[in-house]
């Protein structure tokens, strides 16, 4: 009985510090946004946010997942009649999309799409950060499993803890085992639950990548916004497709 009460205690103090270190770790990434965004005219609006983030996709080419693990389900990626997101969320799409217009950013994305073909240990990932207001970039940290050696992690990734306190806009990982990754465009079903675990201040933007083909690919936001009384909610987890791009 003992035991079982001291067990009981333990798994309730784990819970409230797992929840106390994701709401520092929420508060945290709002005021590294906020910091770079709050004098822009387009980011701080929500209204004309969301005008250009439409403009913007429909004016791109877009590739959906069509395969889920073994079932064949198809998500709703359309923004933003199925996908209301809370202002954070567009903040930082709105930011992803702006990039995608630079050439560089895009042959940046390809040299680290070529790197997650290279590599059989692991999927390539990290965390989207500022260089300066409105200029991101995408930094590469290893897997966790990576140091493993071991070909099963090839279709996953694990950002360390100690990266992970960092002050971010997002997590990014990519979907390129091989060039030709179309049908895998997007999340996958664990991505999708992987954003629901972080309870219970809800909050995590990720961005995937996808290598549709060579010189190719995909990218998508997934995420997830649940602070209720704060911000306007979208709750559960949102997919958008931002579009396919091309690089050199
Ligand atoms: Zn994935």
Redesign the pocket.
Same mark, same amino acid.
């Given at each position: 009985m003992k035991k079982l009460l001291l067990l009981l205690l333990l798994s309730i103090i784990s819970i409230i510090c797992i929840s106390q270190m994701s709401k520092d770790r929420r508060d945290k990434n709002q005021k590294y946004l906020d910091n770079y965004t709050a004098t822009n005219k387009i980011l701080s609006n929500d209204v004309i946010l969301q005008e250009k983030i439409i403009q913007i996709l429909n004016s791109k080419e877009h590739c959906y997942r069509v395969i889920y693990g073994d079932s064949v389900r198809v998500f709703n990626e359309s923004y933003p009649a199925a996908n209301p997101l809370s202002k954070y969320q567009n903040q930082i799409i709105y930011l992803m999309l702006i990039n995608l217009r630079d050439t560089s950013f895009c042959n940046t994305i390809g040299k680290i799409i070529k790197c997650d073909v290279e590599n059989i240990y692991s999927?390539c990932g990290g965390i989207v950060l500022f260089t300066t207001h409105n200029k991101i970039y995408l930094k590469c940290i290893k897997s966790l499993m990576e140091n493993l050696y071991d070909e099963d992690f090839n279709? $996953?990734?694990y950002l360390p803890e100690k990266e992970d306190t960092l002050p971010k806009i997002a997590y990014f990982?990519?979907?390129a085992t091989t060039y030709n990754e179309d049908l895998?465009a997007g999340? $996958?079903l664990?991505?999708l639950l992987h954003s629901l675990f972080i309870l219970p201040n809800n909050m995590t933007n990720e961005f995937?990548i996808t290598s549709i083909e060579k010189g190719k690919f995909n990218i998508d936001y997934y995420g997830i916004d649940m602070r209720f009384g704060e911000i306007k909610v979208s709750r559960g987890v949102k997919i958008v497709d931002l579009g396919v791009y091309t690089y050199k």
């Amino acid at each position: 009985m003992k035991k079982l009460l001291l067990l009981l205690l333990l798994s309730i103090i784990s819970i409230i510090c797992i929840s106390q270190m994701s709401k520092d770790r929420r508060d945290k990434n709002q005021k590294y946004l906020d910091n770079y965004t709050a004098t822009n005219k387009i980011l701080s609006n929500d209204v004309i946010l969301q005008e250009k983030i439409i403009q913007i996709l429909n004016s791109k080419e877009h590739c959906y997942r069509v395969i889920y693990g073994d079932s064949v389900r198809v998500f709703n990626e359309s923004y933003p009649a199925a996908n209301p997101l809370s202002k954070y969320q567009n903040q930082i799409i709105y930011l992803m999309l702006i990039n995608l217009r630079d050439t560089s950013f895009c042959n940046t994305i390809g040299k680290i799409i070529k790197c997650d073909v290279e590599n059989i240990y692991s999927e390539c990932g990290g965390i989207v950060l500022f260089t300066t207001h409105n200029k991101i970039y995408l930094k590469c940290i290893k897997s966790l499993m990576e140091n493993l050696y071991d070909e099963d992690f090839n279709d $996953s990734y694990y950002l360390p803890e100690k990266e992970d306190t960092l002050p971010k806009i997002a997590y990014f990982h990519l979907h390129a085992t091989t060039y030709n990754e179309d049908l895998y465009a997007g999340p $996958s079903l664990l991505d999708l639950l992987h954003s629901l675990f972080i309870l219970p201040n809800n909050m995590t933007n990720e961005f995937v990548i996808t290598s549709i083909e060579k010189g190719k690919f995909n990218i998508d936001y997934y995420g997830i916004d649940m602070r209720f009384g704060e911000i306007k909610v979208s709750r559960g987890v949102k997919i958008v497709d931002l579009g396919v791009y091309t690089y050199k």
